[in-house]
């Protein structure tokens, strides 16, 4: 958006410096050409008197005249009958021009190119006879020409042609347009860093929002924006923040419930497996120890159902903040509780990765124990007898990887796409005795704490979960 607001302001400015700056640059090379022109042609009509005059006096005052043009920018060329004849004055190569001059007695002034000017402005002036007395007659126009529609190309004794080099104009012009050209990059460059000022400046309050709402899609319900800005986005802040206000209330009850319901639940629960065994151990009925025992292993599965929800009550309320954990020493604790489990049905767990210390990720304090066993409790499920589940830590810059193989079955994709939503339960090997909320537990917990967790095909088959830890640095957070 900021982008859009610059290229918006800079766009208005340059058509507004367009519509002003362009016109006027035309005007003053208009200007230009125009004064020109009638600087060039008085000059010839006064060349083209004293010509007409035709005495020693004028021929002489001609001649002045036509050697003060610089040689190397103008030139005079006159052509009369025997009239003023000398190095200075010379006689025009003959062309069409030249033409309509002596024979129509008729003004032309030709730029030499139909764009701005050409090389030279050329201006072509008839010459009519003058009485010796110098008075005008009263068909003159006191210029040199005779009067519309009173010319006589009788009186027509010569024609006076200016050469005008235009070098100097185009120099002028490219002044002209150059200085208005460099003023506009100046202009616009100071607009865009205007634009951003003010872009970033209106966006502000945007961005906050913006912010906030990263925070709430995060699971931060305490976010709040601060009401600043236009009217528009302050009505926009007090709506945002009263939604997640009501949000974090509603959510915050939802929890409260089912961690209550899941610790009340606990009680009886209890209390009812009790009374199973004690009814397991008084009956000598094969048919109704077996109806008690199954009711026992539903009661077994219940209590994992309701530990599961309490788990993931807690999870989600973050009642904790990150802090920097060695991840060996986590994972070694938690592998030392679950190998006798392993032992037991012949399955190895075996623990690698890079030998460069000790890595320090971010987590909360006993996330990653419930992480681990939730993903080790998985791995032994599926894993067949004597299989091995392999532990692997490693370090990749600002995030560590720790995964975990296994080599039971594993997972088409359809599988992997459902594995981490609640209640869902996969094929394991040793029965479906899971509750369905165990990887749901490992995503929100790792989530929680800033990572990520993807399954994936372990090499030669099987599973592999890949979390994504934030590294922490040695000694600090």
């Not at 010569?158 to 200085?179: E, M």
């Not at 997640?244 to 939802?254: K, V």
């Amino acid at each position: 958006m900021i982008r859009q607001l610059i290229r918006s302001y800079v766009l208005l400015v340059a058509v507004a410096i367009a519509l002003f700056t362009v016109p006027v640059a035309f005007t003053l090379t208009n200007q230009l050409r125009g004064d020109t022109r009638e600087s060039i042609t008085r000059e010839a009509r006064t060349m083209a008197r004293l010509l007409g005059a035709g005495d020693a006096a004028s021929c002489e005052a001609l001649a002045k005249m036509a050697g003060a043009y610089p040689k190397d920018q103008e030139k005079v060329e006159v052509s009369a009958t025997d009239r003023c004849a000398g190095e200075v004055l010379r006689r025009p190569t003959p062309d069409a021009a030249l033409t309509r001059a002596l024979e129509r007695g008729e003004e032309t002034v030709d730029w030499g190119s139909d764009f701005i000017w050409g090389k030279n402005l050329v201006v072509t002036v008839p010459s009519f006879e003058r009485p010796a007395t110098g008075e005008e007659s009263a068909d003159d126009t006191g210029d040199g020409t005779r009067a519309a529609g009173k010319k006589q190309t009788a009186d027509v004794v010569g024609a006076v042609r200016i050469k005008f080099s235009t070098d100097h104009l185009t120099d002028r012009l490219w002044q002209i347009w150059g200085f208005r050209a460099g003023l506009a990059v100046l202009v616009l460059l100071a607009a865009a860093g205007i634009g951003v000022f003010a872009a970033r400046r209106l966006t502000a309050p945007l961005r906050q929002l913006n912010e906030m709402a990263s925070k709430m899609s995060d699971g931060d319900l305490k976010a709040r924006s601060a009401i600043t800005g236009p009217q528009e986005t302050q009505t926009l802040a007090r709506t945002l923040n009263q939604a997640s206000e009501r949000l974090d209330t509603l959510i915050a009850s939802q929890r409260i419930f089912v961690a209550d319901a899941s610790h009340q639940l606990r009680t009886p629960l209890t209390a009812l497996r009790l009374s199973l065994d004690n009814i397991a151990d008084g009956v000598d009925d094969e048919f109704v120890r077996e109806d008690v025992e199954q009711a026992t292993a539903e009661v077994v599965r219940m209590s994992r159902l309701v530990n599961g929800l309490l788990v993931l009550a807690r999870a989600e309320a973050k009642v904790t903040a990150a802090e920097p954990l060695s991840l060996r020493d986590v994972i070694q604790e938690r592998l030392d509780v679950w190998r006798p489990a392993a032992d037991e049905r012949g399955v190895t767990i075996t623990l690698r990765g890079s030998a460069d210390g000790r890595p320090l990720v971010l987590a909360s304090p006993g996330h990653l124990d419930q992480v681990l066993d939730n993903v080790l409790s998985n791995a032994l499920e599926v894993s067949p007898d004597g299989a091995t589940i392999t532990v692997r830590v490693e370090s990749r810059g600002d995030e560590v990887v720790l995964s975990v193989l296994d080599e039971g079955p594993g997972m088409s994709d359809a599988e992997k796409s459902r594995a981490f939503d609640r209640f869902w339960r996969g094929q394991g090997l040793t029965g479906k005795s899971g509750s369905g909320l165990g990887l749901a537990v490992v995503k929100q917990l790792v989530t929680d704490d800033g990572g990520t967790v993807i399954l994936k095909d372990a090499p030669g088959g099987g599973l592999c979960v890949a979390l994504t830890l934030r590294a922490a640095r040695h000694g600090g957070g």
